[in-house]
């Protein structure tokens, strides 16, 4: 399986900003669709934002719409979650989820079809 490795999470104050990171080592994402997946306390595992394997479609929920833009690299090595405007709600442990995809327009919506998984990184804004 590819390794995932996050990067980036932390402690904000409600309003900030942080940039979390997706790698997978040794080989780029060209091939692959990505989503971000948050899991806070007491609450299932849901997705944030998705994007395919071109980089054209993308998926936001409707709670970060607006605030929060995934992106990927231009060499594809790396795809980015810029997360602006940081509530209190969006504390969580944050998790990054690949998986090849041919049809690469496709955006990938259900925890169910990602095979590959990083460990996650703990997200937590401050009141």
């Known amino acids: 399986q590819v390794p995932l490795v996050e990067s980036g999470g932390g402690l904000v104050q409600a309003g900030g900003s942080l940039r979390l990171s997706c790698a997978a080592s040794?080989?780029?994402?060209?091939?692959?669709?990505v989503g971000w997946f948050r899991q806070a306390p007491g609450k299932e595992r849901a997705l944030v934002a998705a994007?395919?394997?071109?980089?054209?479609?993308?998926y936001y929920a409707d709670s970060v719409k607006g605030r929060f833009t995934i992106s990927r690299e231009n060499a594809k090595t790396t795809v980015y979650l810029q997360m602006n405007s940081l509530k209190p709600g969006d504390t969580a442990v944050y998790y990054c989820?690949?998986?090849?995809?041919?049809?690469?327009?496709?955006?990938?919506?259900?925890?169910?079809?990602?095979?590959?998984w990083g460990q996650g990184t703990q997200v937590t804004v401050s009141s």
């Open positions: 040794g080989r780029t994402f060209s091939n692959y669709a």
């Open positions: 989820a690949a998986d090849r995809r041919p049809q690469s327009e496709f955006v990938l919506l259900s925890h169910r079809d990602y095979d590959y």
């Open positions: 994007i395919s394997a071109s980089g054209t479609n993308t």
